[in-house]
C-alpha cells in the first residue's frame, strides 16, 4: 500500500502539469488569434506555444508510461483511456493552434493592405498638397510681381511728384526775385512820384508867389499913374 501512495504522488502531479499546460496553451492560442501583428509578435507566441506543447507531449509521454507500469490491469486501463483523451485534446489545440495561426496571418496580411492603401492614399495627399502648396506659391509671385510692379509705379509718380514740386518751388523763387525786384522798382517810383509832388508844390507856391508880386506891380503902378497924390 505504500509503494501504491508513493506510486501516486507522480500520477497526480503529472496531471496536474497536463491540465496546466492544456491551460496555457489554450489561453497562447487565444492570445494568437488576437494578435494584431507584427509578424515578429506572432513568431514569438509561436515558439512559446511549441515549448508548452513539448513540455505537454513530454508529459502525457511520462503518464503513459506510468500506465504500462500499472499491477493491476483495471488501473492500467484506465490510465491508458486518459492518456488517450489527453492525446486527441492535445491533438485538438493542435488544430485550434494552426487555425489561429492562419486567421492571424490573414489579419495581418489584410492590416498591411490597409496600411499600404493607406501609404498610398498619404502619398496622393502630399502629391495633392504640393501640387496646391506649388499652385499657392505661383499666386503669391505672381502677386508679390504685382506688388513690385504697382510700387515700381508708385516711386516712378513719386519722383515725377517730386520734380514737379521742385520745378514750382524753383518757379516760385523766381517769381519771389522778380517780385523782390518789382518792391524796389515800386519803392523807387513813390520816390519819385513824391519828389515830384514836392516840386510841383514848390513850383505852384512859386507861380502864386510870382503872380502876387505882379499884381503887386501892376497895382502900384496903376496907383501911381492913377493917385499920384497919394
Not at 506659391?137 to 508708385?154: F, H, P
Amino acid at each position: 500500500m505504500a509503494a501504491a501512495a508513493a506510486a501516486a504522488v507522480p500520477l497526480r502531479v503529472c496531471h496536474q502539469e497536463i491540465v496546466k499546460f492544456d491551460l496555457e496553451i489554450k489561453a497562447a492560442v487565444q492570445d494568437i488569434r488576437d494578435c494584431p501583428g507584427p509578424l515578429s509578435a506572432l513568431t514569438e507566441l509561436n515558439a512559446a506555444v511549441k515549448e508548452k506543447f513539448r513540455h505537454l507531449r513530454g508529459r502525457i509521454q511520462e503518464l503513459e508510461q506510468m500506465a504500462k507500469e500499472q499491477d493491476k490491469e483495471s488501473e492500467k486501463q484506465a490510465l491508458l483511456r486518459e492518456v488517450e483523451n489527453h492525446k486527441k485534446q492535445m491533438l485538438s489545440n493542435q488544430a485550434a493552434w494552426r487555425k489561429a495561426n492562419l486567421a492571424c496571418k490573414i489579419a495581418i496580411d489584410n492590416s498591411e493592405k490597409d496600411q499600404l492603401l493607406q501609404g498610398r492614399d498619404i502619398l496622393r495627399q502630399r502629391k495633392t498638397t504640393k501640387e496646391s502648396l506649388a499652385e499657392s506659391a505661383s499666386n503669391i509671385t505672381e502677386s508679390l510681381m504685382g506688388i513690385s510692379r504697382m510700387m515700381s509705379q508708385q516711386v516712378q509718380q513719386s519722383e515725377e511728384t517730386v520734380q514737379t514740386l521742385a520745378n514750382s518751388s524753383r518757379t516760385i523763387l523766381e517769381a519771389n526775385e522778380e517780385f523782390k525786384s518789382m518792391s524796389g522798382t515800386i519803392q523807387l517810383g513813390r520816390k519819385l512820384i513824391t519828389k515830384y509832388n514836392r516840386r510841383e508844390l514848390t513850383d505852384k507856391l512859386l507861380i502864386f508867389l510870382a503872380l502876387a508880386l505882379f499884381l503887386a506891380t501892376v497895382l502900384y503902378i496903376l496907383k501911381k499913374r492913377l493917385f499920384p497924390f497919394l
